[in-house]
């Protein structure tokens, strides 16, 4: 992963909600649950077409003194974490979209770049090996969506 | 009568079958085995203002399946409209009628994930949970399911407490509506959930509340909607306990339902045939608790965030609900949204639990 990747949320595996700056991600292959504090809601958030990792981080460097660097190598490392969990995947090149000049933030200053924290929850992964549950759909039998494993 | 798992008999023509061809075959099979019990046993339902007719074949399912749903009998009436839905449902060792060949043993659930209500192109849900061997296939266009099991003796607790759960979901399910795993309790005022993942102290909750004004509306999956306003819509009158939660229930111990079964598995109770009174048909939703066991003595209340309700709420329903997906968490999330959640931190002395949520339910009606 390089400051110029761009990235998309691993859908439909991964399902997500935002409630009050807080996310809550659920991983339905692995059966894992993750939630994210504001930093990690704010990388969360900008992930898609529209900003790079680069973009994410200068966006959200602009609201600290760090220099940018640090708030690249920060958000790299939180986008690798999150890919290592399979809740992101690298997007092709052609799903970026044109970029305009990085919007102003506002808010707060902080003097350094908070690090983004993703809390891992394993304990469902247990109903999932207890109670394999196998499905069908009218579309046929076995039915698989298209992009499932 | 030796039940050969349906995943293991198939053949090429089977794979070509879709699940609306699986139904009818499924519904054909259903029919013949109430012939061969000597006739159906119908019951019907009122389900959050819908109307369900339970047709077993022949009385092996009954205790089973009867039970946890009876604070929600229909009366028989003679100008009774058409149910809304139609469950059949029957098993092959009493009945001596075999399932047809499932067309395919399909890939495991987190192999397909993503898997929604919504992204479904037709009307026809199914899913065989081998684990619990349970088969359930509804149409909603047709207003018809089918549930089988290979012998209604082996029928687990989870479907004794719990029975249908599954096609109640698909069936009730909505973007606005949700089964959710969780326990409710309330007035007919306004209640609480009581959100955790199983061990959180949901039923000692639910159950600490029997003795006072707090009514039960369900201690594992309750019907919960966000339209017009927050509501819980009792689903189940079947509380399930462990040996630590029943040993702070002694009284309770009469009235267990499976004392012949107990060796590793919780006990189960009905509490309509036991506490009908203190059993309610669904109230306003007014907050969302998340109990957690202190082993201190007293009971606090702290709040939650939002986000912190839907972790809790979320997962186990999520995973615990064939093709619960992102439309499931997009209707947990709107609950959150709109009713405060807090920790409900349990105390030892559980008789003082009512008091504290009753107090709660005080505050925000007078907010």
Redesign the interface.
Known sequence: MRPDTYLRIN???????T??G???I??????T?Y?LDATGAAIWERIGPQANIERIAAELAAQSDAPPAEATATVLAFCEELAREGLVVEAAAEDAAELDAPPAVGGERTAVFPVPALQK?T??QD??L????????????????PG?? | MAIESPGRSMSTDDRRVGAAGYLDAAVRAAEAAAHAAGGCHDQRYTFGGRNLLLRCAGPALLPALAPALAHLIEPEAPDAPAPDLTVLAWDSASTGTPLPALPRALAPRHSDGGADREEHAGTVYGVFQPGVSTLSLLDTAAGRAVFWVPDARDVSIHDCGAPLRTLLNWWLGAPDRQLMHSAAVGTPEGGVLLAGKGGSGKSTTALACLDSPLLYAGDDYVLVGTHPRPYVASLYSGAKLTDDALARFPHLAAVIANRQRLAGEKALLYLHEHFPQRLSRGFPLRAILLPVVTGRRETLLRPASAAASLAALAPSTIFLLPLAGRTALSAMAALVRQVPSYVLELGTEIERIPGIILSLLSELSEA
Request: charged letters at 25%; aromatic letters at 6%; zero cysteines.
């Open positions: 859908s439909p595996a991964v399902i997500h909600e409630l009050d807080e996310v809550v659920i991983n339905l292959d692995s059966g649950y939630s929850f304990d469902m109903l999932l207890l109670d394999p549950v196998h499905e069908v759909a009218e579309a046929g039998w076995p039915h698989r969506k499932a494993r």
